[in-house]
């Protein structure tokens, strides 16, 4: 085989290893399991009839639903879908991760390969995608989403630790993260910002003024890139309870490092990851001690003449993500935009991996490693850790949790599942929401609960009705303003207050045809319209830099 395909024969073969006690043993059903896997459901459902970009989850609230693919980036739950769509649901989740940790393996290598020679990158990819937090959020936490981000982070390394920066390169890994995961672009965001600032002190091979405004104007145009969801998701925030998020046990004070809290549970999974953050914390301090100043004629040459050596700026990221895990940050955490939805500081570990890798391969870079040692070592590496793993995170699928006993339920009469705090219409008390409500029913008042006699439904689409007298109709349907209800094509524009957050309207005697329609906002309309100005601006970026790489030639 070539020696330049290797690569992609061989991390496809270190995170299959890295999937192989799910394999053998099935799936671990981590904290977030339920969630995702619902996701997948619903999406799979919606592209089947046509609607390439839900917006609206049916199943959770008991039914009555909830607008979470406004605000869930689009990405994980596509691909979950997708996969559902072409292979059994129960092989869904490994083939997931598998596709998440080879996509991270082949990120690093390429950004690795920069700095490093190609068995070094090669070695240093292999343990990046087996690392012990990307573990951890497969076997402990099954977040799937911000497994998915880690293979977009070392592209944003890449992108301002290189001699050239430019618009495009930072554009794409912005729009990628936020269209992956809200906490790992954020988290990117601030280390692009970090890392610009010490490019600004440090370069010597770029204007400073160049380096700068590429980086302002790449983040921009990442995030027009992603306007699509990011614009509605910024401004329907104001529609729902979002700041439920960062409840009791979710703010970042009472997740740091071995920090104690009056919920056993809670403090369990915190030692874990502590434990996590203090073991990549010492691998990172190693591998950057073990670089040395070096312009080896081993790594090849880029055309934009990329540096060799990354130890002063990763040095600096990895002791601010250290910083950031410490009570001493709570300032921070506190008043810097955004960052305390994120709710676990140790949640930075995911950037610190990115770090430990690429110091991991510089570091590597002086060895004379032979190819037979590199793909020994990236196999064994691997499967070194994922054992490791599987037995310290591994956690149990209750047999109600299961991808079988999920999708049945999902596929039953009644399909309801628990509502999402933080995505819960304004006004509404998930408190005051019945598990068993019919998809309707009629009422003298908006208060009255549902009848008992009534089978458990989502809210129908159209009804027929003849009331003799006014009355109101109460769907199992979340109040929110992009639901239009209309009787006889007329709009009903007042609608009533209940605790639950239910739709409830008056109608008057006589016959009445309802119809219940998801319609799209300006500001959906917005996103898409940014999106599309911002493509049309990147392939124009991308053709004038790839003449300029040309007249360079």
């Known amino acids: 085989m070539p020696r330049y395909r290797l690569p992609y024969l061989l991390l496809p073969i270190a995170a299959l290893i890295a999937t192989l006690p799910l394999i053998v043993h099935g799936t671990s059903c ?27 989850a049916a199943t959770p609230a008991w039914n009555a639903g909830e607008p979470r693919f406004i605000f869930y980036p689009p990405l994980s739950w596509t691909i979950g879908a997708l996969l559902g769509l072409l292979m059994p649901w129960t092989w869904t989740p490994i083939a997931y991760t598998w596709l998440a940790l080879t996509a991270a393996g082949l990120a690093l290598l390429h950004a690795a390969r920069t700095f490093a020679p190609p068995n070094a990158a090669l070695l240093a990819a292999a343990v990046y995608l087996a690392n012990p937090y990307t573990l951890y959020t497969v076997y402990e936490r099954s977040a799937y989403a911000e497994l998915l981000g880690a293979a977009w982070i070392p592209l944003l390394l890449l992108a301002i630790l290189r001699d050239r920066v430019t618009i495009p390169g930072i554009a794409l890994p912005i729009a990628l993260l936020w269209l992956t995961n809200a906490p790992a672009a954020v988290m990117g965001c601030y280390a692009l910002a970090l890392l610009t600032i ?19 104007l790449g983040a921009t145009l990442g995030l027009g890139l992603a306007s699509f969801y990011l614009v509605p998701a910024a401004y329907e925030r104001r529609y729902v309870q979002i700041a439920f998020a960062i409840l009791p046990g979710l703010s970042p004070r009472e997740n740091f ?94 950037l610190l991996a990115a770090v430990f890798a690429l110091a991991l391969a510089q570091a590597l870079s002086r060895l004379s490693l032979k190819p037979a040692h590199v793909i020994a070592a990236a196999l064994l590496a691997p499967l070194a850790l994922t054992l490791s793993a599987d037995h310290a995170f591994r956690q149990r699928c209750y047999p109600e949790d299961t991808v079988p006993e999920r999708l049945a339920v999902f596929r039953s009469p009644n399909p309801g599942s628990e509502p999402t705090d933080e995505y819960t219409p304004i006004g509404a008390d998930n408190d005051a929401l019945a598990t068993t409500n019919p998809g309707y029913w ?5 208060t009255t609960p549902a009848p008992t006699s009534s089978a458990p439904a989502p809210a129908p689409h159209q009804l027929e009705l003849t009331p003799t007298s006014p009355t109101t109709l109460i769907l199992n349907l979340r109040d929110y303003p992009a639901w239009q209800i209309t009787r006889n094509g007329s709009p009903i524009t007042t609608r009533l207050h209940r605790p639950d957050g239910l739709i409830a309207v008056s109608l008057p005697a006589g016959p009445a045809h309802i119809e219940i329609t998801h319609i799209t906002l300006p500001d959906r309309r917005l996103g898409y319209l940014l999106t599309a100005l911002s493509i049309v601006a990147l392939i124009v970026l991308l053709a004038l830099d790839r003449n300029h790489r040309q007249s360079r030639l």
């Not at 160049?210 to 980086?215: H, P, S």
């Open 198 to 216: 010490v490019r600004l002190i440090l370069s010597h091979s770029q204007p400073h003024a160049r380096i700068a405004l590429n980086t302002i």
């Open 257 to 350: 490092l071995f920090h104690h809290t009056s919920d056993p549970e809670h403090d369990t999974v915190l030692r874990t990851a502590s434990i996590v953050a203090v073991l990549l914390i010492a691998l990172t301090a190693i591998a950057l001690a073990s670089i040395q100043q070096t312009n080896d004629s081993s790594i090849p040459a880029q055309n934009d003449s990329s540096p060799k050596d990354l130890k002063l700026p990763l040095s600096i990221l990895a002791l601010v993500i250290a910083f950031m895990l410490t009570p001493l940050s709570s300032a921070l955490w506190a008043h810097l935009p955004e960052l305390r939805f994120l709710q676990f500081p140790w949640r930075l570990l995911a």
């Open 30 to 56: 981590g904290h977030d399991f339920d969630f995702h896997v619902i996701n997948w459901f619903e999406a799979a459902r919606n592209f089947t009839h046509g609607n390439l970009h839900p917006q609206w």
């Open 442 to 446: 009629l009422a003298p008042t908006a």
